[in-house]
C-alpha cells in the first residue's frame, strides 16, 4: 500500500493544478469514479493512468469503470470482408469546413481522422493526438501529436497541419459550420505548433471543456494538410483515417478499401466499406432486414420498430443529449406571464410522451439543457411531473381562466408533427386552445434570422436539436439575451452571467453547482420546454461486431468485422 | 418552343419556393453574411433574367452549367440519373405492355364473362392502389418473407445486367400492378369498338376466322389508343417516380428533381426537367410513328 500512495504521490507531483484538484474531489467522494474518469481523461491524463489513480485512491460512489473503449458490440470479429453501411445522404458537397447534415459527417469520418473521439460516455479517446493538458486557468491547452501518421497521399502529419486546420475552421470569412462551437474561444492565429508534435490553443477565454471543442464532437474538425483547400475535398477524400475512398458517387454511396498505411497496425479489421446512403428511413430499415446492408448508422423508434423486435438485428442504445425545443415567446402574449409557460410545461405527462413516442428509449427532460447525459448536471434537482391541477392554478391566477390561445408553429420531420399533437391536447385540459401550423423545414427556419424566420419569430414553436459532446451551445445560442437561436426571446441577466460561469469553470464540482443555479432558474422562468432525450439507436446485423457509434452521428469502423 | 416554354415555367415557379441555395448549403444556423456571399458567389443573387439568358445561353453551347449544391456538372448528375430511371422504365414496359395488351385484348373478346370482370375490375383496383403500398407489400412478401429478390433496387457497384435486372424486379412489378389496369383497360375498349365496327363486321361475314380477323383488322385498330396511352406514361416513369425510387433507394430522376426543387438548385432542376421534357416529346413521337405504321390513312393523310 506504501508502494501504491507512493506512486500516486509521484504522479499528482507532475500534475498540474486542475488536475490535482480532480483528483482531490475523486479521493474526498464527491465525484464518481466514472465522472473521475470521464473528467480525467478530458484534463489529458491517459486512461491507464486514471484508472490507476481511481484504484488506489478508492474515492467516488459511482462502481462502472468506465474505461471500455464506447458502446459497441461484443464477440470476436475476423478480419476480412466488406462492410456494407447505411446512411443519409449527405445534403450538399462534401467539404469539410461546411458540412452540417449527418450524412455529410458519417462521411467524413471515415477517411478522416480528429484530435480525439468522443465515444458514447462522453470520453475523450485520443486519436490523432494522444494527450492534452491545460495550463491553470484553462486559457492554453498543449496536445501532444501522434508519431509516424501519413495522410493518405504519403505526406507525414506534423503539428503545422493542426495549426492550419483550426485556422480555416476558426475564421469567420469561411462561413464554417464549426464557428458555432470554438467561436469566442478560438481564433485564427490562435492555434500555435510549438514543435512537430506539439500543439497549443491559446482561447480567447478559459474554457474548461475546451478538448471537445477540437474533438470529433465538433464534427467539422477532421485534420487536414495545413494547405489544403477544403473545397476540393471530394476528389480525395483527404485525411489520415482508416478508409481509402476508391469511388464516390453522389446519392448513392462511397467505395472504400482499407488505407494500407493507417498508423494503428490490423486496422482496420474489415477489407472494404460501402457506405451506402438512404434518403428514406423506411427503405432504410428494409435494407437492413433485407440483408443488402450490416449496419444502420440511425433509425427512429417511430420507423424502425420492426428492427427493435428483429432477432437477427442487434440494437445499439446510446445515451444522447439530442432534444426537441418547444419555445414560448416570453415577451408575446399569452407566454409573457410565466405561470402560463410552467402551466404548458406542467400539463405534459413526460412519460407517457416517451413511451408514446420512443417506446421509452429516451431521457426525460426537466426544462432546461442539461441533459442526464452530461455529467455536470446537477441530478439533485427535482424534476417537475404532472399536474394537471396546479398548472390550472397557476394559469387563473395569471388571469386567463377563461382559456387562452397560442399558434404552434413547426415543420414536418421525426417524431415532431406527433409530439405537437400531444402539446395541443394537454393543453386543452387548462383551457389552452394550440392552433398547429406545421410546414416543411425550409418554410420553418426561413432565412434563420430574427424577422425573417418562423422558427425565431413565432409565439410558439418545436426546434429540433442534435448531439453536443457538452451543453455549452444549448446554454448559449437558445437562451442567452444575445443568443442567435433565441427563440423564446428569453432575456435574463442573471442567467447570462450564470452561463458565463459555467462555460469558464474548470473544476467538475464547480460546473455542477452552476448547474444547478441555472436548472432551478430555467425552471421557474420555463422559457422553454425540454421534455425528453432521445437516445440515439443503430442497427447491426448480429453477425456483425465492433460498430461503434456516436450519439452526434459518426460511425467508427476500425474495429467492425463479422463473426463465424 | 414546347421546351423553351417548359424551362421558363420551371425557372419562374422554382422562384416562388421559399429558401434559397446558399441557405440550404449553409444550413438554417449560418450567418446571414456568410449566406450572402456564397450567393453572391454562386451568382443567385443576380436577377433573375440575368439568371436565366445566362443558362440558357450555356445550353445553347451546349453546357448545363454546375449543381449549385453538389458543385459539379449537372451533365455528370444527369447521366448517373437518368441511366438509372431508363433501366427502370425499361423493365417495367417489357414486362406491363406485352400482359396489358393481351389482357386487354382476351378481356374484350369474352366480354362480359367472368374472365373479362376479373381482368377490368382487377386491373382497376390495383391501379387505385398507391404504389407505396404494392411496394411495401411486394418488399415484405418477396425480400424479406420468402427472402428470395432483393429489397433495394441498386445494385452493388460493377454487377452484372443479369444481377442488376434482380434488383430491379420488385421495383419494376410494383410499377407493372399500376399500370396494368390502366393499359389493358384502353386497350379493351379500343378492341371492342374495332370489334363492333363495319368493317370487322365485313371481315367475319366474308368468312374468316376469327383469329385472322382479330390479328389483321382488329389489333391494328385497336392499339391506336393505347399507343398514346404507353407514350404519355413515358413522362411518368422517367421523371415521375419518386415514391417508388425513395421505397427502394434507387437514385433515378425523380428524387433528382424532387431534391433539387427542395434545394433550389436552379440548373440541376432546369436540366432535369427538360430531360424529362425530351423523353415525353421523344416517346410522343415515336408513338406518332407507330400510328402511321399500324394505320395508313395518317401517312396518306399528312402526305397530301
Known amino acids: 500500500m506504501d508502494e501504491t500512495q507512493r506512486r500516486v504521490d509521484a504522479i499528482r507531483a507532475q500534475r498540474n493544478e486542475i488536475e490535482n484538484h480532480v483528483i482531490d474531489e475523486y479521493t474526498a467522494g464527491r465525484i464518481s469514479r466514472r465522472e473521475f474518469i470521464r473528467r480525467g481523461t478530458v484534463l489529458g491524463m491517459s486512461i491507464p493512468l486514471v484508472s490507476f489513480i481511481a484504484a488506489a485512491c478508492g474515492g467516488g460512489g459511482g462502481t462502472s469503470a468506465g474505461t471500455s473503449p464506447g458502446q459497441t458490440t461484443g464477440g470476436t470479429a475476423n478480419a476480412g470482408g466488406t462492410i456494407r453501411a447505411g446512411t443519409s445522404p449527405p445534403a450538399t458537397k462534401l467539404n469539410p469546413l461546411l458540412v452540417q447534415d449527418q450524412g455529410g459527417l458519417s462521411v467524413l469520418s471515415q477517411s478522416g481522422e480528429y484530435l480525439t473521439f468522443s465515444d458514447s460516455k462522453l470520453n475523450l479517446q485520443p486519436v490523432l493526438a494522444e494527450t492534452f493538458e491545460p495550463n491553470d486557468d484553462a486559457s492554453v491547452w498543449t496536445f501532444k501529436l501522434r508519431q509516424g501518421v501519413k495522410f493518405q497521399d504519403g505526406t507525414p502529419f506534423v503539428a503545422n497541419d493542426v495549426v492550419g486546420t483550426f485556422d480555416r475552421l476558426s475564421n469567420p470569412k469561411t462561413g464554417g459550420n464549426a464557428l458555432s462551437a470554438l467561436g469566442g474561444y478560438l481564433k485564427p492565429g490562435g492555434t500555435q505548433a510549438v514543435d512537430d508534435t506539439t500543439v497549443a490553443f491559446h482561447l480567447e477565454a478559459p474554457n474548461g471543456n475546451f478538448p471537445y471543442l477540437v474533438s470529433s464532437d465538433n464534427y467539422n474538425a477532421i485534420i487536414l494538410p495545413a494547405d489544403f483547400d477544403p473545397d476540393t475535398w471530394e476528389q480525395s477524400f483527404m485525411g489520415t483515417g482508416p478508409w481509402k475512398m476508391t469511388k464516390y458517387t453522389p446519392k448513392e454511396g462511397v467505395s472504400y478499401t482499407k488505407n494500407p498505411d493507417y498508423w494503428s497496425p490490423n486496422q482496420p479489421l474489415a477489407d472494404a466499406l460501402e457506405m451506402k446512403f438512404f434518403a428514406d428511413e423506411q427503405a432504410a430499415v428494409l435494407a437492413i432486414q433485407g440483408g443488402q446492408t450490416d449496419v444502420q448508422l440511425q433509425f427512429s423508434v417511430s420507423g424502425g420498430q420492426a428492427l427493435l423486435n428483429d432477432p437477427n438485428v442487434t440494437v445499439i442504445k446510446t445515451r444522447s443529449a439530442a432534444h426537441r425545443q418547444v419555445h414560448m415567446r416570453t415577451d408575446m402574449e399569452p407566454f409573457t406571464d410565466k405561470r402560463v409557460r410552467q402551466a404548458m410545461a406542467l400539463v405534459l405527462d413526460r412519460q407517457a410522451i416517451v413511451d408514446g413516442l420512443f417506446d421509452g428509449l429516451s431521457d426525460i427532460g426537466n426544462d432546461h439543457p442539461f441533459a442526464p447525459v452530461f455529467p455536470s448536471t446537477d441530478t439533485s434537482v427535482a424534476q417537475r411531473e404532472l399536474d394537471v391541477e396546479q398548472a390550472k392554478q397557476l394559469v387563473a391566477d395569471a388571469g386567463m381562466s377563461g382559456g387562452f390561445s397560442a399558434k404552434l408553429e413547426t415543420w414536418k420531420g421525426f417524431e415532431i408533427p406527433d409530439y405537437a399533437v400531444l402539446i395541443q391536447n394537454a393543453a386543452k385540459e387548462i383551457g389552452g386552445t394550440i392552433e398547429l401550423s406545421i410546414t416543411d423545414a425550409s418554410t420553418y427556419y426561413g432565412d434563420g434570422t430574427y424577422g425573417n424566420s418562423r422558427w425565431l419569430d413565432s409565439v410558439m414553436g418545436i426546434t429540433e436539436y442534435g448531439h453536443r459532446g457538452v451543453p455549452n451551445v444549448f446554454l448559449d445560442a437558445p437562451l442567452k439575451s444575445t443568443g442567435t437561436w433565441n427563440s423564446a426571446h428569453f432575456k435574463n441577466p442573471t442567467y447570462d452571467g450564470l452561463v458565463d460561469d459555467y462555460v469558464s469553470a474548470v473544476d467538475l464540482q464547480s460546473q455542477k453547482s452552476t448547474a444547478g443555479q441555472i436548472e432551478q432558474l430555467l425552471l421557474d422562468e420555463t422559457p422553454i420546454i425540454f421534455s425528453y432525450f432521445y437516445y440515439f439507436l443503430t442497427a447491426t446485423k448480429s453477425n456483425v461486431v465492433g460498430v461503434e457509434p456516436s450519439a452526434m452521428g459518426h460511425l467508427n469502423l476500425r474495429e467492425t468485422g463479422f463473426v463465424s | ?304
Request: overall charge neutral.
Open chain 2, 1 to 304: 418552343m414546347t421546351l423553351w416554354l417548359l424551362s421558363l415555367i420551371i425557372f419562374f415557379g422554382a422562384q416562388i419556393l421559399p429558401g434559397n441555395v446558399g441557405r440550404a448549403i449553409l444550413g438554417p444556423l449560418a450567418d446571414q453574411a456568410v449566406v450572402d456571399n456564397l450567393n453572391h458567389e454562386l451568382g443567385t443573387d443576380r436577377p433573375l433574367i440575368e439568371q436565366y439568358t445566362d443558362w440558357l445561353s450555356g445550353l445553347f453551347r451546349g453546357d448545363m452549367g454546375d449543381s449549385l449544391v453538389y458543385g459539379r456538372p449537372v451533365s455528370s448528375l444527369l447521366v448517373d440519373a437518368l441511366g438509372k430511371s431508363l433501366k427502370l422504365a425499361a423493365v417495367a414496359f417489357v414486362i406491363v405492355v406485352p400482359l396489358a395488351i393481351l389482357g386487354g385484348v382476351i378481356a374484350a373478346l369474352r366480354r362480359d364473362t367472368a374472365v373479362d370482370r376479373v381482368i377490368t375490375l382487377g386491373g382497376l383496383s390495383l391501379t387505385v392502389v398507391p404504389e407505396f403500398v404494392t411496394g411495401i407489400i411486394l418488399i415484405l412478401v418477396f425480400g424479406l418473407w420468402l427472402d428470395v429478390l432483393p429489397v433495394s433496387a441498386n445494385a452493388p457497384p460493377g454487377s452484372d445486367p443479369l444481377t442488376q435486372l434482380k434488383y430491379l424486379i420488385l421495383p419494376a412489378l410494383t410499377l407493372v400492378i399500376l399500370l396494368f389496369g390502366y393499359i389493358a383497360r384502353i386497350t379493351r375498349a379500343g378492341t371492342i369498338e374495332s370489334l363492333d365496327s363495319d368493317y370487322a363486321r365485313t371481315a367475319f361475314l366474308k368468312g374468316l376466322p376469327r383469329r385472322t380477323v382479330v390479328r389483321r383488322h382488329v389489333l391494328r385498330n385497336s392499339l391506336l389508343p393505347t399507343i398514346a396511352v404507353i407514350a404519355t406514361q413515358t413522362g411518368y416513369l422517367i421523371g415521375g417516380l419518386v415514391v417508388i425510387e425513395t421505397l427502394f433507394n434507387y437514385p433515378g430522376m425523380g428524387r433528382l428533381i424532387f431534391t433539387a426543387a427542395q434545394q433550389k438548385d436552379f440548373p440541376l432542376l432546369e436540366a432535369s426537367v427538360l430531360v424529362v421534357g425530351m423523353v415525353f416529346l421523344i416517346a410522343t413521337l415515336l408513338a406518332d410513328i407507330a400510328y402511321s405504321l399500324l394505320n395508313p390513312r395518317i401517312r396518306y393523310a399528312a402526305t397530301e
